[in-house]
């Protein structure tokens, strides 16, 4: 399969990138670049490249700013996901992205952590929350071949702990940013009370080793 390391390239492009690394971890916005290739992966092994739905460009801006609400833009006024769609919404925006596109790309966004609902969402939803769970570990064997490469060039940096006091540290500052049983709350109840995460303790023992 042809595949290439190459992103997206444009005042776009350049600004959705920009914006995840000016105002993210380098960990976390290692691992959404990684979400992307992993996604782009997906859907070359389900034969999506060529559905009528797939757009590159708009999957390239759901997951390299899928966490965005964990980031210095965000506010913790929030669910991380919900704030980060509503940013990611506003950039796109400003380069003046159809009102349709940006609805698609918040909603994969804002879904991105809720199995069960992005899966049925339409293709943009299902790719980025699928390529995020990639990089979790979950459904490792569909990138293997590439995950070497994609590791080499945006090193993990051990993203789980990191992508993890990001949302906590943002869920602490409101109630609305962290609700009970939203990815939020949960993940900051968990620290206060074992101080570590289930979500944590996965990723260790996952393919990748964190």
């Not at 669910?79 to 918040?106: P, S, Y």
Request: net charge negative; aromatic share 6%; with cysteine.
């Amino acid at each position: 399969m042809d595949f290439s390391l190459d992103l997206p390239t444009g005042p776009l492009a350049e600004a959705i990138l920009s914006t995840a690394c000016t105002s993210e971890t380098p960990s976390v916005a290692n691992h959404s670049v990684r979400s992307f290739l992993f996604a782009q992966l997906l859907a070359a092994h389900e034969g999506c490249l060529e559905d009528s739905a797939y757009d590159r460009d708009l999957l390239f801006a759901a997951t390299v700013l899928h966490d965005l609400g964990t980031g210095d833009l965000a506010k913790g006024e929030a669910r991380f996901e919900v704030e980060g769609a509503d940013l990611a919404a506003d950039l796109l925006r400003e380069h003046r992205v159809a009102e349709a596109d940006i609805d698609r790309v918040w909603e994969a966004i804002a879904l991105h952590a809720s199995p069960g609902i992005a899966e049925r969402r339409g293709l943009l939803a299902y790719l980025t929350r699928e390529g995020v769970g990639i990089d979790f570990g979950r459904n490792a064997e569909i990138v293997s071949g590439w995950e070497k490469r994609i590791h080499a060039a945006y090193p993990r940096l051990a993203m789980a702990r990191s992508l993890v006091d990001a949302i906590v540290e943002r869920a602490a500052r409101s109630a609305a940013a962290a609700p009970r049983y939203s990815i939020g709350g949960e993940l900051l109840r968990e620290r206060r009370a074992d101080g570590v995460t289930s979500l944590e303790l996965a990723a260790a023992s996952s393919r990748w080793g964190e």
